[in-house]
Structure formats: structure tokens, C-alpha cells
């Protein structure tokens, strides 16, 4: 029978990849679709609209590298503790839904920049400026999961 500290964890993981990864692909689709009308008005700037479109894709991976972060501790097992549990939990809460939102709005700005540069505006380096403030949140959540898994 599993305990409640192993539940606690492998749902921790769990929230951790998938809002992450919700976050992202959702971002990314704000991202295409803009891509998609943007073409219509200017084909020639693809370049830019692609790396904007796939910016906020690296919240699930922020996601998937604390999952495999926290994973790779291997104290998830019948020793593990319900502080242990509780903390990874935490820790997976935190970065699934900073994942999420920040996923979202990165999303929407460089949405916005994509637009822009159809329209004919020479905004992809504001753009990208602008989209790495939610990007900083996703990195602090990250970091924070890095700092629990070290005092596992």
C-alpha cells in the first residue's frame, strides 16, 4: 500500500509536467495562431515569428526538468518521509502553476510582437525583451525547485 507521503510526491510530479505543460501549450498556440494571420500580411519574416511562437514552450520544460531534477533524488519509496512528500509536493504546486500562467502570458506578448511585425513594425527585439519577464518567474519557480530538492 502506498503512503501518503508517495502520493503526496508523485502528484507534486504530476502538477509539476502537466501545468507546465498546459502553460506551455497553450502559449505556443497563441503564438501559431498569430504566426497564422501574420503570414497573410508578411511571409518574409517566418523566422521571426516561429522563434516568438516557440518561446513559451520552455515552461514545460522547466517542468519536465524539475520532475527529472526531483525524480532522480530516489528518495521517493516507502522510506520517504510526509515532510519529504509534503515538500515535493510544494514544489511541484508552485512550479505547475507558475508554468501555467507565465506559459500563457509569454504566450499573449510574443502574440502581440507577431502582429506587430506583420504589420510591418520592427518589434521583435522589444518583443523578445518584453517576453522574458514572465520567463523570470517560470526560472525563479525552477530554482526553487532545484533549492528544495537539495535539502531532501
Not at 511585425?117 to 525552477?142: H, N, S
Request: hydrophobic residues 55%; contains cysteine; neutral net charge.
Amino acid at each position: 500500500m502506498l503512503s501518503t507521503a508517495i502520493i503526496l510526491a508523485y502528484i507534486g510530479l504530476a502538477l509539476m509536467i502537466a501545468l507546465a505543460g498546459i502553460g506551455s501549450a497553450i502559449g505556443v498556440s497563441k503564438g501559431g495562431n498569430a504566426t497564422v494571420g501574420a503570414l497573410k500580411k508578411n511571409d518574409s519574416a517566418f523566422g521571426s515569428y516561429m522563434l516568438l511562437s516557440a518561446l513559451p514552450g520552455t515552461q514545460g520544460l522547466y517542468g519536465f526538468a524539475g520532475f527529472f531534477i526531483v525524480n532522480n533524488l530516489g528518495i521517493i519509496g516507502p522510506e520517504m518521509t510526509l515532510v519529504q512528500g509534503a515538500a515535493i509536493f510544494a514544489a511541484g504546486l508552485a512550479l505547475g502553476f507558475v508554468g501555467l500562467l507565465s506559459g500563457i502570458q509569454q504566450g499573449g506578448i510574443c502574440a502581440n510582437g507577431i502582429a506587430g511585425i506583420g504589420a510591418g513594425y520592427d518589434v521583435f527585439g522589444k518583443t523578445m525583451v518584453l517576453a522574458v519577464f514572465p520567463e523570470l518567474y517560470a526560472i525563479v519557480a525552477f530554482a526553487a525547485v532545484f533549492l528544495i530538492s537539495t535539502g531532501l
